[in-house]
């Protein structure tokens, strides 16, 4: 099968596409063949040597941990899943999935049935990003109905499915982006939105249940104490809270904690309710071909991609 390797960590050119033998399942697990591959901002920092690495292990690796498509084998023992099901999953995180290949292997309750409605790029645009967002809203913070978020990067992959599945569990929804990717917000439910890059998020919200901060860095994690409420919580994804600040936090009786997302076939079925009753959708800005993985990169490593970028595999 082709795949798209890399023999060591660094920059988009250590990405090729190779011809590699397709993987078999072990019992407990399915085989994929792979339509669609979403990228995530975790890959690119994997394939220079940061994100995952170290979990991942040493070059040579297949990246990619977003997936969909249909069943080809199923190993022994699985009895949810058959040959022909289309599916979608985020496979073996934060181990190597493999996704960027034209088929893949990981155990079945790593998958869920693909959403009828979406197509397998918009499908492979969701698990990671819409379990980030699931399991923060949801599971972290139990976000009841009429309390207030503040999600930051608003228009990007975690961001934009936050905001539909905040609208969702009935949360009073703000967005911070620039003024540009407000009208995108807006469509999404969003209650209001912020231009970062005009003013000081701080200084116009207050009074915020939860903070979820998609920006990684120390100083922007300060800065969102600032909005929270007595008790408020703040989840810092990428690269997780640093510990000034949950000292900080701890100090006001406030709450800042770290987050990585997990394998979730519960939390993927309800995402997929959600997308079937027409409140979750994936926006899609860019889909290139397996061969273009490094264009893809480039693209997530701009800063400037609205909703995800996805790779076409069959």
Known sequence: MQAVVQDRFGDR???RLAEVDRPEPIPTEVLVRVHAAGINPVDVKTRSGGGMAGIVGKPPFILGWDVSGVVEEAGFGVTTLHPGDEVYGMPRFPHQGGG???YVTAPSRHFARKPAGLSHIEAAALPLAGLTAWQILVDTAALEP????LVHAAAGGVGHLAVQIAKACGAYVIGTARAAKHDFLRSLGADETIDYSAVAFEDVVHDV???VDNIGDPEHQRRSLEVLRPGGLMVAVPGGADPAVEEQARARGLRATSFLVEPDLGGLEQLTALVEA???RPEVSAVLPLADAAKAHELIES???QGKVVLSVH
């Open 100 to 102: 960027f290949a034209e």
């Open 13 to 15: 050119d250590v990405l």
């Open 146 to 149: 009429g309390q207030r978020v």
């Open 209 to 211: 249940d939860l903070v």
């Open 303 to 305: 800063g400037r991609t």
């Open 278 to 280: 027409g409140q979750l």
